[in-house]
């Protein structure tokens, strides 16, 4: 075969540093870590659009934000690309199938895929009584659809009593293979034994979990119960205002104020991230019976990350590492990857957009002129490299609205609502912990990268930037006019 098959492992909601490769004291991830161990692991992956819909719509078009227009979250918007992934390794020759979440609109839009097993987890917006009936999640869904078919018509996720963006935390009620997440496998195995052998594939196993509902089975909560885990991360310069009064709602944007639901919401975050890393254990291994591994390449990243408590917040779209630090690995058998790739570290600032001129490129197809990403070849070869001296990021959040800059060393935040900005040592302070905005010291970089935010938004219709300065305060809805 003169081209590799290409696994792409996708993830939702994991947060950048809850594995046991990147130094979680807790989270186990033991298949997760031999594909770092024998890979490159990229330590400065960004989601610079951090929810679901914003993210995906980098990775299959290779466009920064500024040009799929998806600057936040809001469902129903039609998805009209040129050029997306799959579409382009199709004409390349490669038979593409996805399996699991794609979160675009319609529901049954394949992006270039030949085909799509769809599973896009609870969406309240394709749930509504009036919906039309091939957009309703119960007729469109194939894990849905399936789920009844297994279990009884009135089978769903939401048997648990736990709901798609909330804190709270308990074990799958059915038999662990009715799960979501052992779904996804079963499905992407069965393509591996219907796939044509005779071409190379792209295979997407794109799973749910961790992304609420905290509902792994009942052995991978058992495995972190009576555990002493780390504490959420809170620095010097929170407040717990918003912890005090949406403390209680079960899907607060604060997560809970009750340290026994705080501690809850680790354990079920912990066990779904297991259980996936169990999971995807299982295909890696059918790769290696079906004798494929050595010709494939495997990239593993996230969507985006979970805040789980962090500065006393929860869920995603924060300008913080919890919610934009994502994992990514790029790892497989030896044959088509570049010399000197493996057992390697990359410190880097990559993105969402980077994946697809980097398979297209492995690949040895053309990268397409809308792709505004780089190809991460080049530091498969050398590690040291580096594709982007810095990134802007942000998210359409209503007054939790941000725009950010990062860099391998350091962070400057403009919170666009209020006008606020916030500065941060990543190198020393990886967690941050303190804000140095108001440090004399720090004022000269704390210029360099407004300037660069500046030049970044001078041209955006939202009016952000004013005679050279940024204005706060305009209106910035979830998707570019």
Not at 377 to 398: I, K, M, T, Y
Request: aromatic share 10%; proline share 7%; hydrophobic share 30%.
């Amino acid at each position: 075969m003169s081209h590799p098959n290409i696994i792409f492992l996708m993830t939702d909601q994991l947060r950048g540093d809850c594995l046991g490769y990147a130094g979680h004291p807790d989270v186990k991830t033991p298949y997760l870590d031999t594909l770092a161990s024998t890979g490159t692991a990229f330590d400065r992956a960004y989601s610079a659009c951090p929810s679901c819909i914003a993210s995906r719509a980098a990775i299959h078009t290779g466009m920064g934000q500024n040009h799929h227009g998806r600057v936040g979250y809001l469902d129903g918007v039609p998805w009209e690309y040129e050029h997306t992934l799959a579409g382009e390794l199709g004409q390349a020759g490669y038979y593409t199938q996805c399996v699991g979440k794609m979160h675009v609109h319609p529901l049954r839009n394949y992006l270039g895929f030949h085909h799509v097993e769809l599973h896009d987890g609870y969406l309240g917006y394709s749930r509504r009584a009036t919906i039309p009936y091939r957009e309703s999640q119960l007729v469109a869904d194939d894990y849905f659809y399936w789920l009844k078919n297994e279990l009884g018509i009135s089978a769903d996720v939401t048997d648990t009593g736990i709901e798609c963006n909330s804190y709270v935390a308990r074990p799958w009620m059915h038999e662990e293979k009715y799960h979501p997440t052992n779904w996804v496998t079963e499905r992407s195995i069965d393509f591996l034994r219907r796939r044509d052998p005779g071409k190379p594939f792209f295979l997407m196993a794109s799973y749910l979990r961790p992304h609420p509902p905290f509902d792994a089975p009942r052995h991978y909560f058992d495995l972190y119960r009576d555990q002493e885990l780390r504490p959420p991360y809170v620095g010097t310069w929170e407040t717990d205002e918003l912890l005090k009064r949406d403390g209680r709602i079960y899907d607060s944007k604060t997560g809970p104020i009750d340290a026994e639901l705080i501690r809850q919401a680790q354990v079920g975050y912990y066990a779904c991230i297991t259980h996936l890393d169990h999971q995807i254990g299982r295909l890696i291994l059918a790769l290696k019976e079906q004798e494929l591994y050595d010709n494939s390449i495997i990239i593993f990243t996230a969507d985006h990350g979970e805040e789980l408590c962090d500065h006393h917040m929860f869920r995603k779209a924060r300008p913080y590492e919890g919610s934009c630090h994502i994992p990514l690995i790029i790892s497989g058998g030896k044959q088509f990857l570049p010399k000197g790739a493996g057992s390697s570290r990359c410190s880097s600032v990559v993105e969402l957009r980077d994946i697809m001129p980097t398979l297209l490129d492995l690949a040895d197809a053309p990268v397409p002129d809308t792709v505004d990403g780089k190809s991460l070849r080049p530091l498969l070869e050398d590690p040291a490299r580096s594709v982007r001296p810095w990134l802007h990021g942000e998210h359409s959040f209503d007054e939790y609205s941000n725009h950010w800059i990062v860099t391998e060393t350091d962070k400057y935040i403009w919170h666009s609502q209020t006008g606020q900005e916030q500065y941060f040592h990543l190198e020393n302070d990886p967690h941050e912990l303190t804000d140095l905005i108001e440090e004399d010291s720090c004022k000269m970089r704390i210029q360099e990268l407004r300037g660069h935010l500046i030049e970044s938004l001078k041209n955006r219709r939202e009016g952000f930037v004013e005679n050279g300065r940024l204005v706060p305060g305009r209106p910035y809805p979830p998707v570019l006019s």
